[in-house]
């Protein structure tokens, strides 16, 4: 007997792209779509329900996002591996996802046998990384790892952070885009050895680097 088809969810707020998938898909034999998810928390929702062997997750969509999505399936112990499959390779997108727990990641002018190989290679353990994805990662290796102090602009993104700014606000006031901001909230993180933003927030008052009077 031929073995079983590997069970795809796809998970993207465009629906034109999810047909494109679902059709191309159709004709390959042994991937096969069980479902669909327009945004975050309904992939979740959808990967718990039909337990599929692989999700491909966009990371940009409305409501939840693709990276509270895979980490989300990560805490509730999902089976389904993971494939980002996104338009999006920067530090910003490629580090929180990889971190997240996903799989692999691939660009969406990756082509059908790209892939499908993919997908294969996830469901069997293995990881598949875009070439501008592994460039980004080695990069980071590379990187110094959590040292010295917080730059000037570093600690400004910070202080805005902890009077309850969003990345937007803060890109706002410093006259900056949210990507950069995210980028130093990125080595702030890495700096301060924190996960996330009220960590950093607290180890920082912890450490005197932000006064309480400032907030």
Known sequence: MPPEPIRVLIADDHPVVRDGLRGMFASGGDIEVVGEASDG???????????????LMDLRMPGTDGVTAIRELASLGASARVLVLTTYDTDSDVLPAI??????????????????RAIRAAHEGGTVLAPSVASVLMAQVRRPAAAGPLSERELEVLSLIAKGRGNRETAAELFISEATVKTHLMHVYAKLEVNDRAAAVAVAYERGLLQPRGR
């Open 41 to 55: 928390r309904e992939a979740v929702d959808r990967a718990l329900a039909l337990e599929p062997d692989v999700v």
């Open 99 to 116: 971190e997240a727990g996903a799989s692999g990641y691939l660009l969406k002018d990756a082509s059908p046998d790209e892939l499908r």
